[in-house]
Structure formats: C-alpha cells, structure tokens
Nanobody, 130 residues
Framework: EVQLQASGGGLVHTGGSLTLSCVVSGVTFDDHSIGWFRQAPGKEREGLACITPRDGSTFHAESVVGRFTISSDSAKNTVYLRMNSLKPEDTAIYYC???????????????????????WGQGTLVTVSS
C-alpha cells in the first residue's frame, strides 16, 4: 500500500518558519518525484515545489522562490519543505504527492500539474497569523 504521511504543520506568526515532512512508503522512493502542493479555502490546488530524489533536481514555483526550499533524504524516504518568511496568505492545507519518474511531463518543458500525480498524502494545516 502506497502511503505519503505529511506532518509539521501548525500555527506560526508572520515572518516565522516551519519545516514540513513527507514520509513515503510502498513505492521505490528514488523512482519517483515528490511534490508539495497547497490548497487554501476557495482556491485551486497550487504546486509549490518538487524534487527527484534520485538526482536531487528540484523545481520551485515563482511564488515561493527564495522563501521555500524542498529537499529529500533517501535513507529516510522523506521529503522536506522548509518554509521561511511565512505570510498570512501562506495559510492553507499542504499536501505532498508522488509521481513515477520525472516531475516534468510530456516533452519535458512543463512541470507536471497536480492531476498527474498518482499518490497523495492526507495534508497538514499551516496557519500563519498576522
């Protein structure tokens, strides 16, 4: 059974930091790419960052470049999302998801949208107070 267990969410003040963790089981970790997404009330799910643990390649969405950093530890089958300088608009449920192979789809010039990820975790709530 494939499982992605996201944790690390919580309440933080504006300007604070959090590190989210996503433990992956039931699949060969290094054969997959892992992404972090978030969804705020009334909004579409938004891709934040993704990583291919096999080669360490990463992608960060423009909205989080310079504030969020994705990383992985293959020995622990875990992907992290370090979030700094948090803002109230970062308040959302944060999800991790896995897809076989690259986080690029098709010809390799476009990052996969959420719909192309096969496995999803249950989400962890991040609340940033002003």
């Amino acid at each position: 059974e494939v499982q992605l267990q996201a944790s690390g969410g919580g309440l933080v003040h504006t300007g604070g930091s959090l590190t989210l963790s996503c433990v992956v089981s039931g699949v060969t970790f290094d054969d997959h790419s892992i992404g972090w997404f978030r969804q705020a009330p009334g909004k579409e799910r938004e891709g934040l960052a993704c990583i291919t643990p096999r080669d360490g390649s990463t992608f960060h969405a423009e909205s989080v470049v310079g504030r969020f950093t994705i990383s992985s530890d293959s020995a622990k089958n875990t992907v992290y999302l370090r979030m700094n300088s948090l803002k109230p608009e970062d308040t959302a449920i944060y999800y991790c998801a896995a897809v076989f192979g690259s986080y690029y789809s098709g010809s390799g010039y476009k990052v996969r949208p959420p719909s192309e990820y096969n496995y999803w975790g249950q989400g962890t709530l991040v609340t940033v107070s002003s």
